[in-house]
C-alpha cells in the first residue's frame, strides 16, 4: 500500500517537477508540517532543525512571530489588494525605509515578485541610463531563471536546452579583477555580480575585490549592479553584504528574505542617475501584483527585524560558532572535504564528490537536521541555517554533522570504490556451506532474500510479476512494480520503469565450488533514477542505504548456512 509520502511523490513527479520528487524522495524528506523558528515538523510529527534557510527564503525561520503579526494585522485592515492607481500607504513606506537604509546613496526602489523579474528590471534600468548594450557576469552565477538571467549565467546546458540564448553578456572568473579590467569596455552597460557566488559553492571573493570592481566600473563609464538575494538582511554581517566589503552599487537587487519567508517580494534599489527611464518610459516597468500592500508589509518587519542591532550581533556571534565548527571539520576529515569556504552565517563544505555530498546529506535528514548541495556545485553542502536559530540548536546541528562525519570517514572502505566513486554496480561474494541446487531451491521460493530493496526480503514467490512490490528506501516503504526470473543459475529482479527508477535490478548467481558441497553466491544491484545532474549525488544516498542492508542480509544468511 502506498503511503501518503510516496502517493504526493508520485504526483508531483506525473504534474510538477520529476528530478525534485526523486531527490526528495530518496533523502527520505517528508510532507511538511507545521514550523517554527528553526525547526519544521513532517506528517509523523517528527521535528527538523534546519542548517539551511532554503536559499535566503526562511532566513528568519518558520512563522517568525514579528512576521505572523504583521500579516495578521495587513489582513484585519482589509487593505490587501493594489488598485495601481491610488497612493498605497505601505509601498511608499517601504520605499523610504529602503532609502534610509542605504543612506540615500540609492533613493529609489521599484518593487516586484521574484529575483529574475527583478534582475530583469536592473538590466532594463542599466541599457537605459547608459545607452549602452554588454554586460559583463562571472562564471559560476546564478541571477534566476528567466531568459535573461539564464543568459547572464550562459550555463552551456541551460543553453542546450533553452538556447539561443540573449547575446551581449559577457563571463568572466569571479575574483579575478584583471580579467574582469579587460572585459569591461565602452559598450558595457553593466557588470552584474553576486558579493558572494551562492550557488557555484558560497565562493567569497577576495576582500578588496568588489571595491577594485566598482573602480574599473566607474572609470570605464560602466554601472555596478549587486545581486543580494541571498547575502542581504544580515546574512554577510550587515544589513546589506556591500557594506561589509565597503562599496556601493549603482544598482542593488533584494528579495527572497525580504517576504519573511511568506510572501513573494522583491526590489532593484537605484541611483537618481539610473532611474531616468522610470520618468521617461514609465509604462515599460510593471508587476501585477508586486508590491502588494500585503507583501510590503511583511517586506517592513522584515527590515525591521534585520536591521535592529542586536540582531545582528547575534549573527556575528552564531557566524563565529558556525566558521570556526566547519574549520575544524575540514581539518579533521581532509579524506572527505576538499574545502571550506564561507563569510557570515553563509558557508559550505565542499565534498570530493557529489555522491559524498549526498551521503552526508542523507544522513543528516535521517537524524532530523536538514540541508541541501549548491544548485551548481552539487558537492557543496551548505551550511546557512535561519539568522535566528539558538544557540543551543545551531551546536546541536552542527555536533550531528561533525558525528556523521566521523561515522562516513570511518566506513568509506565500505562504501566507496578506491578512486572516491559510488560501487556501482554493487557486488558481494559469500560462500555458503551448502550444494548449489540447495540454495538454489531456496532463491526459487524466496526470491528475494539477498534483495537490498525488498521490504520483505523472506516472503515466498508469488507471481512472476509483482505489481504492489513492497520496497524499501531507507526503512521506509515504497511501492514499485517488480518481476522475478528464474534462471538456472538463480534469479534476476527487475523493477518496472516508473517515477522513481528508471532502471533497478539485482541479480543472484549461484556456482559449485570445486567439492560441489560448497556454494558460491555473488549479488550484483545496479539502478539509475534517471536524476540527470543529480545522479551522482543520489546514488551517494541509495548506494549507502543498499550496501549497509546487503551486508544485514548476507551476514545474516552466512551465519546460518556457514
Given at each position: 500500500m502506498r503511503t501518503r509520502r510516496q502517493t504526493l511523490a508520485e504526483s508531483k513527479a506525473a504534474h510538477n517537477h520529476p528530478a525534485y520528487s526523486k531527490m526528495a524522495f530518496v533523502m527520505g524528506c517528508g510532507v511538511q508540517g507545521p514550523g517554527r523558528a528553526g525547526r519544521v515538523t513532517d506528517e509523523r510529527g517528527r521535528s527538523f532543525l534546519a542548517l539551511f534557510d532554503q536559499y535566503g527564503n526562511q532566513s528568519f525561520g518558520y512563522s517568525h512571530p514579528r512576521v505572523v503579526s504583521a500579516i495578521r494585522e495587513q489582513l484585519d485592515s482589509e487593505v490587501l489588494?493594489?488598485?495601481?492607481?491610488?497612493?498605497?500607504?505601505?509601498?511608499?513606506?517601504?520605499?523610504?525605509?529602503?532609502?534610509?537604509?542605504?543612506?540615500?546613496?540609492?533613493?529609489y526602489a521599484y518593487l516586484a515578485n521574484g529575483g529574475g523579474e527583478t534582475i530583469d528590471n536592473a538590466l532594463k534600468l542599466a541599457r537605459a541610463a547608459t545607452g549602452r548594450s554588454a554586460f559583463v557576469t562571472a562564471a559560476g552565477c546564478f541571477h534566476g531563471k528567466t531568459f535573461a538571467t539564464l543568459s547572464a549565467s550562459g550555463r552551456p546546458e541551460h543553453r542546450a536546452a533553452f538556447g539561443p540564448f540573449m547575446d551581449r553578456f559577457r563571463q568572466v572568473r569571479f575574483g579575478d579583477i584583471g580579467e574582469l579590467a579587460q572585459a569591461v569596455d565602452s559598450d558595457t552597460a553593466a557588470v552584474?555580480?553576486?558579493?558572494?557566488?551562492?550557488?557555484?559553492?558560497?565562493?567569497?571573493?577576495?576582500?578588496?575585490?568588489?571595491?577594485?570592481?566598482?573602480?574599473?566600473?566607474?572609470?570605464?563609464?560602466?554601472?555596478l549592479i549587486l545581486d543580494e538575494m541571498q547575502t542581504a538582511f544580515g546574512r554577510c554581517g550587515t544589513f546589506f553584504a556591500y557594506e561589509r566589503f565597503g562599496v556601493t552599487p549603482d544598482l542593488l537587487c533584494i528579495g527572497k528574505a525580504f517576504g519573511g519567508g511568506v510572501v513573494p517580494i522583491s526590489a532593484v534599489l537605484g541611483t537618481e542617475a539610473v532611474w531616468g527611464a522610470l520618468r521617461t518610459l514609465p509604462s515599460s516597468f510593471g508587476s501585477s501584483l508586486g508590491g502588494n500592500p500585503l507583501s510590503c508589509r511583511v517586506g517592513l518587519e522584515s527590515i525591521a527585524i534585520a536591521s535592529d542591532a542586536?540582531?545582528?550581533?547575534?549573527?556575528?556571534?552564531?557566524?563565529?560558532?558556525?566558521?570556526?565548527?566547519?574549520?575544524?571539520?575540514?581539518?579533521?576529515?581532509?579524506?572527505?572535504?576538499?574545502?571550506?569556504?564561507?563569510?557570515?552565517?553563509?558557508?559550505?563544505?565542499?565534498?570530493?564528490?557529489?555522491?559524498?555530498?549526498?551521503?552526508?546529506?542523507?544522513?543528516?535528514?535521517?537524524?532530523?537536521?536538514?540541508?541541501?548541495?549548491?544548485?551548481?556545485?552539487?558537492?557543496?553542502?551548505?551550511?546557512?541555517?535561519?539568522?535566528?536559530?539558538?544557540?543551543?540548536?545551531?551546536?546541536?546541528?552542527?555536533?550531528?554533522?561533525?558525528?556523521?562525519?566521523?561515522?562516513?570517514?570511518?566506513?568509506?572502505?565500505?562504501?566507496?570504490?578506491?578512486?572516491?566513486?559510488?560501487?556501482?554496480?554493487?557486488?558481494?561474494?559469500?560462500?555458503?556451506?551448502?550444494?548449489?541446487?540447495?540454495?538454489?531451491?531456496?532463491?526459487?521460493?524466496?526470491?528475494?532474500?539477498?534483495?537490498p530493496f525488498a521490504a520483505r526480503?523472506?516472503?515466498?514467490?508469488?507471481?512472476?510479476?509483482?505489481?504492489?512490490?513492497?520496497?524499501?528506501?531507507?526503512?521506509?516503504?515504497?511501492?514499485?512494480?517488480?518481476?522475478?526470473?528464474?534462471?538456472?543459475?538463480?534469479?534476476?529482479?527487475?523493477?518496472?520503469?516508473?517515477?522513481?527508477?528508471?532502471?533497478?535490478?539485482?541479480?543472484?548467481?549461484?556456482?559449485?565450488?570445486?567439492?560441489?558441497?560448497?556454494?558460491?553466491?555473488?549479488?550484483?544491484?545496479d539502478w539509475d533514477t534517471g536524476s540527470g545532474a543529480y545522479e551522482e549525488m543520489?546514488?551517494?544516498?541509495?548506494?549507502?542505504?543498499?550496501?549497509?542492508?546487503?551486508?544485514?542480509?548476507?551476514?545474516?544468511?552466512?551465519?546460518?548456512?556457514?
Open positions: 489588494n493594489s488598485t495601481k492607481i491610488m497612493f498605497e500607504e505601505e509601498q511608499i513606506r517601504l520605499t523610504e525605509r529602503l532609502a534610509e537604509l542605504t543612506g540615500n546613496r540609492l533613493p552584474l555580480l553576486e558579493p558572494v557566488q551562492a550557488e557555484a559553492g558560497v565562493i567569497v571573493p577576495p576582500p578588496d575585490y568588489l571595491a577594485r570592481v566598482r573602480e574599473v566600473c566607474t572609470r570605464a563609464g560602466a554601472l542586536s540582531f545582528l550581533a547575534g549573527v556575528d556571534e552564531r557566524a563565529r560558532v558556525i566558521g570556526d565548527r566547519l574549520a575544524a571539520a575540514a581539518a579533521d576529515f581532509p579524506d572527505l572535504i576538499a574545502e571550506h569556504r564561507g563569510v557570515g552565517m553563509m558557508h559550505g563544505l565542499e565534498f570530493r564528490d557529489e555522491a559524498l555530498a549526498g551521503l552526508v546529506l542523507g544522513r543528516l535528514l535521517a537524524e532530523g537536521i536538514t540541508s541541501t548541495y549548491s544548485l551548481y556545485n552539487t558537492a557543496v553542502l551548505r551550511v546557512q541555517p535561519p539568522m535566528v536559530i539558538p544557540t543551543e540548536e545551531l551546536d546541536h546541528g552542527l555536533d550531528v554533522l561533525a558525528a556523521i562525519l566521523t561515522e562516513v570517514s570511518a566506513d568509506r572502505e565500505a562504501t566507496r570504490r578506491e578512486d572516491g566513486a559510488v560501487p556501482r554496480p554493487l557486488v558481494r561474494t559469500l560462500r555458503l556451506g551448502r550444494r548449489p541446487k540447495v540454495v538454489l531451491d531456496l532463491l526459487r521460493n524466496t526470491p528475494h532474500l539477498l534483495d526480503p523472506g516472503a515466498r514467490a508469488t507471481a512472476p510479476v509483482d505489481p504492489e512490490f513492497a520496497g524499501t528506501l531507507g526503512g521506509d516503504t515504497v511501492v514499485w512494480t517488480d518481476r522475478t526470473e528464474i534462471h538456472d543459475e538463480g534469479v534476476v529482479l527487475r523493477a518496472e520503469p516508473d517515477w522513481l527508477w528508471d532502471r533497478l535490478e539485482r541479480s543472484v548467481v549461484v556456482r559449485p565450488l570445486a567439492d560441489e558441497e560448497t556454494s558460491v553466491v555473488e549479488v550484483r544491484v543520489l546514488a551517494g544516498r541509495i548506494g549507502f542505504l543498499a550496501a549497509q542492508r546487503l551486508t544485514e542480509l548476507v551476514t545474516r544468511l552466512e551465519e546460518q548456512w556457514t
